[in-house]
């Protein structure tokens, strides 16, 4: 079997997909019974925030009619798709939430998904290693137009692509992630363990694919390099500054950067089919170094939902650092654009994450200040599509049309 690129690489390339699903129809049987479910509609008292005009015109009350057309959106997805398990939580001040889980997070005992499982965020992991990085920035310890090559020999190119280039996707260095004998080595043992500097020579075998800032292309390669400054700048290893410096002023209690393949208890399993043979494995307990600074973090649904609106917002930068990290280069589609290690799709800010076994989606819309946090426990695409895109369209589909994600709305299905 002629090897694909480790679905790390996609985590980003899936905002640009079009989602292919059929629209929602409620779903018969033992799922509501199983689902663990909350739909608050929004209290009326006097602390509840008063939405403004734009905000009322984003996001709808999230009535229980609204519920359970939201429902029977997700049912319908998880028909088409396969997928094991989600779970979906939406907020939104003045407007009140919607939190389910639905099908299961062991495929072996049938236990139900919960809201409180750990589950591996791939790509998400990108938005924290580039908040330390821009912590930097503020400290006035590194600069954005600073040349890789000034922390990190060896890079092809290093003297000319900068650190806002690497953050941005547009350096123009070889994604790791799709060389053939990285993936080779990986599916035949994915419990072994890598190094940045082995990640990085996967990279380098490669001409670079274009001149520094030329255009968008999304690549591993940059964070592992943006670990690596963190960690020279800084004298203390990665995992040490995320948790020290991004997630306990963030108030993160739940997500960490593991230095092992454990997982925290409770967690969910995690499936997939990016195997040798092609076939569905559990991938629960694969080793993630290979991912390090690009995707190796893991999370929660609570977690998700503080960060996706802290990463938004730029609570831990000062509003200059936030700025730049917002300035988007144009990725696929109109209205999609791609920040340092964060993106603009349909006005949904955030970044989506996809690992073997696991992808989140966790987005912020401001003008409505809503969250929205997906999770699932399989990688399996539906077609060409990613899952976490199928699920996302669905459900902005109903609550925000005119916000779609990834920005169009869902058509019928092909057969895949």
């Known amino acids: 079997m002629k090897p694909t690129h480790i679905r790390l690489v996609r985590a980003c390339a899936a905002v640009a997909a079009a989602g292919l699903l059929i629209g929602p129809v409620v779903a018969p049987g033992t799922d509501a019974a199983r689902a663990a479910s909350v739909a608050t509609p929004a209290p009326a008292s006097a602390s509840t925030p008063t939405p403004t005009p734009a905000a009322d015109a984003q996001f709808p009350q999230l009535t229980p009619a609204v519920a359970a057309r939201l429902d029977a959106a997700v049912r319908q997805v998880m028909r088409e798709t396969k997928v094991p398990g989600v779970t979906v939580g939406l907020w939104a001040p003045g407007k009140g939430s919607y939190v389910r889980t639905f099908g299961v997070a062991d495929k072996t005992t049938r236990t139900p998904m919960a809201t409180d499982l750990h589950v591996r965020i791939g790509s998400e992991t990108k938005t924290f290693t580039v908040t330390a990085l821009l912590q930097l920035v503020d400290q006035k310890r590194i600069g954005l137009d600073d040349p890789i090559g000034k922390y990190v020999q060896g890079v092809p190119n290093g003297e000319r692509i900068t650190l806002r280039q690497l953050a941005g996707m547009r350096s123009g260095l070889f994604n790791y992630s799709m060389d053939e004998g990285f993936i080779k080595k990986l599916q035949a043992d994915p419990e072994l363990g890598f190094t940045p500097e082995q990640l990085l020579g996967y990279s380098f075998r490669h001409p670079v694919r274009f001149p520094p800032g030329a255009r968008f292309d999304y690549s591993n390669t940059n964070l592992i390099l943006l670990g690596l400054v963190v960690e020279k700048v800084t004298g203390r290893p990665l995992h040490e500054v995320i948790t020290r410096d991004v997630l306990a002023p963030a108030g993160l209690r739940h997500t960490v950067f593991p230095t092992s393949p454990a997982l ?153």
């Not at 200059?320 to 006005?347: C, H, K, S, W």
């Not at 077609?383 to 169009?408: C, I, K, M, R």
Request: charged share 15%; hydrophobic share 35%; aromatic share 10%.
């Open 264 to 416: 925290p208890d409770p967690y969910a399993h995690g499936y997939t089919d990016q195997t040798a043979s092609g076939r569905i494995e559990d991938s629960t307990h694969w080793n993630p170094s290979w991912a390090w600074a690009a995707g190796e973090m893991v999370s929660d649904l609570q977690d998700l939902r503080s960060w996706a609106q802290t990463l938004a917002t730029g609570k831990l930068l000062t509003p200059a650092t936030q700025a730049e990290r917002l300035r988007t280069t144009p990725m696929n589609l109109p209205g999609d654009g791609y920040g340092l290690g964060i993106f603009d799709v349909q006005g949904w800010i955030g970044h989506n994450g996809s690992i073997p076994g696991y992808e989140v989606l966790p987005v912020y819309l401001p003008p409505a200040r809503a969250t929205m946090v997906i999770l699932l426990n399989t990688d399996v695409r539906y077609g060409n599509q990613e899952p976490s895109t199928l699920f996302g369209q669905a459900v902005t589909s109903v609550v925000t049309p005119d916000h779609v994600y990834p920005g169009h709305k869902p058509v019928a299905p092909r057969n895949s």
